[in-house]
């Protein structure tokens, strides 16, 4: 990289999931097998009535520029789905679509946050959240957790200092599959009620959930709700990830601010993609309901067999779809890092899975279980074997 480019630049770490997908479409391109068990997208197809719908908008000529915030029917059923589905009343003005979640988290943390605020982080986590927030100037405090890696207010009250603007949540969670309990969430919207503290929900994975339920923070009062930016979308729900369509509701102030710095980094979201994500909102719940039983399937099955394999350890996820290994038993000899311990295991086996490191947890490996059952069936075997010739 050059020596004049921005500090901004140069500081910045890159994606570890990203970098593990080019290393595997490098090796498919060269001809080798490879089990890829790193995916962070289900590996169904868009519904149909959805992928419908973008057709007709494209022949029906909805091919221009809309609203920065998202075309307002699009926001109504938004607003609609947060009421019915997640207790929070919003009106359309205080939502706004997205090039996908990850740009309207970028937004979100330039939008609070600058050099001399801090933002509280658990991990181990998606390491989006701890990039955007240093790119916004802001620094990061890191909270560790332990299995069963639920991030509680006692996490909380233990690291807020004077100096936190924001807090960040994501449950489900990725990397861990842990879901926050409606308790420990009403707990800590007390801490950032009476602190004044910003909460980023993060709420992606909300349909892919399996024994518990899921409860939005900002549900739980005006106080909270006015400080909750909630952030939500289409790509793992609706298998939609190409589509990059997201969206987050908050109040107008925010949203407010939000649409003028997006109005200057994007101009707005794919039209096609926006009456998809109508469609997708109208539509049954057939698909969702299927692809989350698929998945539900497919954890039981993993954490069956990954359960016979002595040497690791791991916590049986309640959303999402990946499964978090305890390689830490493993290491010291051969691999020092988990890092080298899943560079082998793609060397040696053609298993790809994503190190901890990746997700500020070291010891540990990221597993999906979005592939499908053919491929988790060799995954886990080949794993196994990886492990019992260590």
């Not at 926001?75 to 309207?104: C, H, M, W």
């Not at 518990?212 to 400080?227: P, V």
């Not at 707005?268 to 109208?282: K, V």
């Not at 779809?321 to 060397?347: H, I």
Request: charged share 25%; aromatic share 8%; proline share 4%.
């Amino acid at each position: 990289m050059q020596k004049n480019f921005s500090k901004r630049i140069h500081n910045l770490t890159p994606s570890g999931t990203i970098g593990t997908q080019v290393e595997v479409s490098r090796r498919i391109a060269a001809g080798l097998p490879v089990v890829n068990l790193s995916l962070g997208e289900p590996d169904f197809a868009t519904p149909r009535n959805v992928s419908r719908k973008a057709v007709e908008a494209i022949k029906s000529g909805y091919t221009h520029y809309t609203p920065v915030s998202g075309i307002k029917p699009l926001r109504e059923l938004i607003a609609k789905k947060l009421f019915e589905d997640n207790g929070v009343s919003y009106t359309p003005d205080e939502i706004i679509v997205g090039v996908g979640t990850k740009q309207i988290l970028y937004a979100v943390f330039q939008t609070l946050c600058e050099e001399g605020d801090e933002v509280l982080i658990p991990t181990p986590v998606w390491s989006t959240y701890v990039e955007q927030a240093r790119l916004a100037g802001a620094s990061v405090k890191l909270v560790p957790l332990r299995a069963p890696f639920e991030f509680t207010a006692r996490d909380v009250r233990k690291h807020i200092s004077p100096a936190t603007k924001v807090i960040v949540i994501n449950t489900p969670s990725n990397p861990t599959g842990a879901v926050i309990s409606e308790r420990e969430l009403k707990k800590i919207a007390r801490i950032a009620v009476r602190e004044n503290i910003f909460v980023i929900s993060d709420e992606i994975y909300e349909k892919i959930l399996y024994e518990k339920k899921h409860c939005s923070i900002a549900s739980f009062g005006e106080d909270i709700k006015r400080l909750t930016i909630t952030v939500n979308g289409f790509s793992k729900a609706y298998a939609m990830t190409g589509w990059r369509i997201g969206y987050a509701a908050a109040s107008k102030e925010i949203i407010t601010a939000l649409d003028i710095l997006s109005g200057q980094m994007t101009f707005g979201t794919c039209s096609i993609s926006q009456y998809a994500a109508l469609e997708a909102l109208r539509g049954t719940s057939v698909s969702v309901d299927k692809m989350r039983a698929e998945f539900r399937r497919r954890r039981d099955f993993v954490c069956r067999e990954l359960s016979k394999i002595e040497g690791i350890s791991f916590t049986r996820p309640n959303g999402a779809f990946y499964v978090l290994l305890d390689v830490g038993k493993l290491l010291g000899g051969t691999y020092k890092t988990s890092e080298a311990w899943t560079r082998a295991l793609l060397d040696s086996e053609g298993v790809a899975a994503v190190a901890g490191e990746a997700f500020f947890a070291p010891g540990y490996v990221r597993l999906s279980f979005s592939a499908g059952m053919g491929e988790l069936k060799k995954g886990v075997a080949k794993i196994s074997s990886f492990i019992s010739n260590q």
